[in-house]
């Protein structure tokens, strides 16, 4: 068996996202599970390009800061809603 892939999570860290709640989620060392964070490849990027689309998860959420995990594009990402998104994708 093969040793597993970190999860990859962007977050968006444009101004709407920045401004929107993007700069707290910058401080992910501060409340992250270390386990969780052990198993994540995370990165701060300018544009997810996603202010005029609709998040992947569902239209309701379409709104900034987005973050992208793996492939799966998520918006109004809190601290504690990235906490349980993260736990689900290392867990997955």
Do not use: H, W
Not at 20 to 47: H, M, R, T
Not at 68 to 80: P, T
């Amino acid at each position: 068996m093969g040793k597993k892939e970190k999860v990859m999570v962007r977050i968006c860290v444009g101004t709407a996202c920045f401004v929107q709640g993007g700069a707290d989620l910058l401080l992910y060392n501060d409340f992250l599970d270390p386990v969780v964070l052990a198993n994540c490849d995370i990165e701060g990027v300018s544009c997810l390009n996603m202010c005029k689309q609709v998040a992947t998860d569902s239209p309701q959420n379409a709104k900034p800061p987005f973050v992208k995990i793996n492939d799966k594009v998520y918006g109004d990402v809190s601290q504690e809603r990235f906490c349980k998104l993260l736990a689900e994708a290392v867990n997955a």
